[in-house]
């Protein structure tokens, strides 16, 4: 079965970087497009970025200039680098294929 493992979570002062990763197993990763959302307790999960096939990116506007998401398809691993952390990032971080779903890794930013 589809299995996706976020990892890189943690606590981190505002400004601030960490670097998310999300491995694949159990699918052909680069047939699917990569997203990273982000959920906050009482809330909806919200998209944060998006990766395609062939590697075209989106991005929610809040974190525009300040996260990069990359796909490093030999190692089935999709990767949020996140720079610049504000407090209002803090929340749990899923990767997806939109189908499938990994547990989240939790990022906090606070000093």
């Known amino acids: 079965q589809v299995q996706l493992v976020e990892s890189g979570g943690g606590l981190v002062q505002p400004g601030g970087s960490l670097r998310l990763s999300c491995s694949a197993s159990?699918?052909?990763?680069?047939?699917?497009?990569m997203d990273w959302y982000r959920q906050t307790p009482g809330n909806q999960r919200e998209l944060v970025a998006g990766?395609?096939?062939?590697?075209?990116?989106n991005y929610a506007d809040s974190v525009k200039g300040r996260f990069t998401i990359s796909r490093d398809n030999a190692k089935n691993t999709v990767y949020l680098q996140m720079n610049s952390l504000k407090p209002e990032d803090t929340a749990l971080y899923f990767c997806?294929?939109?189908?499938?779903w990994g547990q989240g890794t939790q990022v906090t930013v606070s000093s």
């Open positions: 997806t294929t939109e189908v499938h």
């Open positions: 159990g699918t052909i990763f680069s047939d699917n497009a």
């Open positions: 990766i395609s096939r062939s590697g075209l990116t």
